[in-house]
Structures are given as structure tokens and as C-alpha cells.
């Protein structure tokens, strides 16, 4: 079932990039993917959040313009009232060079937090189907050994600058900094995803003692509640690095042997099967 779904996701993002290049114009806020057009005199309510595509503009949106994958384009009379974020743009940019540069924009305000947690989650969603059992690992060393899990995510994150300056210092391994970024977001996405396995199951359990919910339904409740619990205020940002500390530790403590800890053979069985 896992390996059907993934290549559904994969079948979907193909045809969503092949449609990026049509272009559907709008009239109204919301979640959109691929290039949308706000045409001159169009006056569009509420925030755009587009992915995996432009945005041009030549009426009025009233609201926030958040972009994944994409650009914002503002030809002459159009108007934004709120904030415009962008991330990883020019994405027709070979298919229509015409276009006009995007301008630089302010930083990601603190109101368009919950458009990038929902991404954030997409991801980690995508990450627990294609590394199954990596997340059944993590799960499993989160679980036997929450302090360590801790302790390595901690000693994970201070390790990674003096990393990357060594990187930096030796000249020739400095193409090791991008690999060296993109394996810590991966190794956090897995680790989070186990999080949200184990916190899932958990409330799922509390609710309903006679029943144990599938991995996919303990993921979701898991990353719904870690969502919301980020969002708050103030509280949210130290739910936002324990998770990530938490996370990246179980996911380091599983390049390391179940009988580096100690523990009998025959007690090394995950609680919750996430796939082959």
C-alpha cells in the first residue's frame, strides 16, 4: 500500500509540473498548484499560497502571497496589501524567459507560519513513504532510549558548524556543505516523522484503548498535534527544536547496532510496523 501511494504522489507532482506551464487565472484566495494569473482589474480576497509555480499579478490582492517553488511577477498597476514570501523561484524561468525578474521581497513574516509548517509536514509525510524503515529504526531507538535520542540530537546540532567549517577550511570539500545540509533536514524529517508515529499512537490508544491506529492515521494525528503545538505562541519555538533535537538524535542512533545499547535480542521488535 505504501509503494502504491508513493508512486501516486510521484504520478500527481509529474502531472502538476507538466500543467505548471499553463497558466489558470484567478479570482479568489486559496491554495493553488502551478502558475496562477491575477488579471488587470481582477481583485482578488484573501491570502495565495501557490506550489510549484508563478504568480503574476496585474489586479489587486487583498491578503498575503506565499509561494513554494516559485515567483512573484507585479506588472505595472498591480498592488499586494500584505506580505509577499517567496521560496525557490523561477521555476518557468527556462520555459518563459520573457519574464521580468522577480523583486526582492521582506522576509517570511511570523503570520505565514502555518502555510510553512503544512510544506514542513507535506515533506516529512513524503519522507515516512519513501524511508519506511528508517522511520520504523528511529521510532524504535526514540522509544528504548528517549534521553540518548536527546543527547545525540544535541551533540548532532552543535557538531554541524565545526563540520562545516572544516569543510570550509580544506577548500576541496567544500561541495560536502550542501550534502551536508540536506542530510540533516532529512535525518529531522525522519526523526519527526517517528515523533509523530509515536505521539499519534499514543493519543490514538488514549482514546480508543481497544483499537491500535494504522502508521499513516498515527502520523497524521502526530503531526496535527505537533503542528498545532508549534503554533503557539512563545511555547510553539521550543516545540519547534525539541522536535527538530529529538528528531535528528533517533535518527543518528540508528547508524548505531541495537547491541551497542545493550539490549536482548529477543527485545530489539518495534511496537509499530511502518512498512518493509
Same mark, same amino acid.
Given at each position: 500500500? !505504501?509503494?502504491?501511494?508513493?508512486?501516486?504522489?510521484?504520478?500527481?507532482?509529474?502531472?502538476?509540473?507538466?500543467?505548471?506551464?499553463?497558466?489558470?487565472? !484567478?479570482?479568489?484566495?486559496?491554495?493553488?498548484?502551478?502558475?496562477?494569473?491575477?488579471?488587470?482589474?481582477?481583485?482578488?480576497?484573501?491570502?495565495?499560497?501557490?506550489?510549484?509555480?508563478?504568480?503574476?499579478?496585474?489586479?489587486? !490582492?487583498?491578503?498575503?502571497?506565499?509561494?513554494?517553488?516559485?515567483?512573484?511577477?507585479?506588472?505595472?498597476?498591480?498592488?499586494?496589501?500584505?506580505?509577499?514570501?517567496?521560496?525557490?523561484?523561477?521555476?518557468?524561468?527556462? #520555459?518563459?524567459?520573457?519574464?521580468?525578474?522577480?523583486?526582492?521581497?521582506?522576509?517570511?513574516?511570523?503570520?505565514?507560519?502555518?502555510?510553512?509548517?503544512?510544506?514542513?509536514?507535506?515533506?516529512?509525510?513524503?519522507?515516512?513513504?519513501?524511508?519506511?524503515?528508517?522511520?520504523?529504526?528511529?521510532?524504535?531507538?526514540?522509544?528504548?532510549?528517549?534521553?540518548?535520542?536527546?543527547?545525540?540530537?544535541?551533540?548532532?546540532?552543535?557538531?554541524?558548524? &565545526?563540520?562545516?567549517?572544516?569543510?570550509?577550511?580544506?577548500?576541496?570539500? !567544500?561541495?560536502?556543505? &550542501?550534502?551536508?545540509?540536506?542530510?540533516?533536514?532529512?535525518?529531522?524529517? #525522519?526523526?519527526?516523522?517517528?515523533?509523530?508515529?509515536?505521539?499519534?499512537?499514543?493519543?490514538?490508544?488514549?482514546?480508543?484503548?481497544?483499537?491500535?491506529?494504522?502508521?499513516?492515521?498515527?502520523?497524521?494525528?502526530?503531526?496535527?498535534?505537533?503542528?498545532?503545538?508549534?503554533?503557539?505562541?512563545?511555547?510553539?519555538?521550543?516545540?519547534?527544536?525539541?522536535?527538530?533535537? #529529538?528528531?535528528?538524535?533517533?535518527?543518528?542512533?540508528?547508524?548505531?547496532?541495537?547491541?551497542?545499547?545493550?539490549?536482548?535480542?529477543?527485545?530489539?521488535?518495534?511496537?509499530?510496523?511502518?512498512?518493509?
Amino acid at each position: 500500500m !505504501i509503494r502504491t501511494t508513493l508512486a501516486a504522489l510521484v504520478v500527481a507532482l509529474c502531472l502538476t509540473t507538466a500543467a505548471a506551464s499553463a497558466a489558470v487565472s !484567478i479570482d479568489h484566495g486559496g491554495n493553488y498548484f502551478g502558475d496562477v494569473v491575477v488579471e488587470p482589474g481582477q481583485s482578488v480576497e484573501g491570502d495565495l499560497n501557490v506550489v510549484l509555480g508563478n504568480v503574476t499579478v496585474g489586479g489587486t !490582492i487583498d491578503g498575503d502571497v506565499n509561494v513554494v517553488g516559485g515567483s512573484v511577477y507585479e506588472r505595472p498597476g498591480a498592488e499586494i496589501t500584505g506580505h509577499v514570501n517567496t521560496v525557490g523561484g523561477e521555476v518557468v524561468s527556462d #520555459i518563459v524567459p520573457w519574464v521580468p525578474e522577480p523583486e526582492t521581497h521582506a522576509p517570511l513574516p511570523s503570520d505565514g507560519r502555518i502555510f510553512w509548517r503544512v510544506a514542513w509536514d507535506a515533506v516529512v509525510l513524503l519522507i515516512f513513504l519513501i524511508f519506511p524503515v528508517r522511520t520504523r529504526m528511529a521510532l524504535d531507538r526514540l522509544e528504548r532510549h528517549p534521553g540518548l535520542s536527546v543527547g545525540a540530537g544535541t551533540l548532532g546540532f552543535v557538531g554541524v558548524i &565545526p563540520l562545516g567549517l572544516l569543510f570550509l577550511v580544506s577548500v576541496i570539500l !567544500i561541495p560536502l556543505i &550542501p550534502l551536508e545540509f540536506v542530510a540533516i533536514v532529512a535525518a529531522v524529517s #525522519i526523526g519527526t516523522a517517528a515523533l509523530s508515529l509515536l505521539v499519534g499512537r499514543r493519543l490514538y490508544e488514549l482514546l480508543n484503548p481497544s483499537q491500535t491506529p494504522s502508521p499513516l492515521a498515527a502520523l497524521l494525528i502526530g503531526l496535527a498535534l505537533l503542528t498545532a503545538a508549534e503554533l503557539m505562541p512563545i511555547v510553539g519555538a521550543l516545540v519547534t527544536v525539541l522536535v527538530a533535537v #529529538i528528531g535528528l538524535g533517533a535518527t543518528l542512533l540508528t547508524l548505531v547496532g541495537e547491541e551497542s545499547f545493550g539490549t536482548p535480542p529477543q527485545q530489539r521488535t518495534s511496537s509499530i510496523v511502518v512498512g518493509r
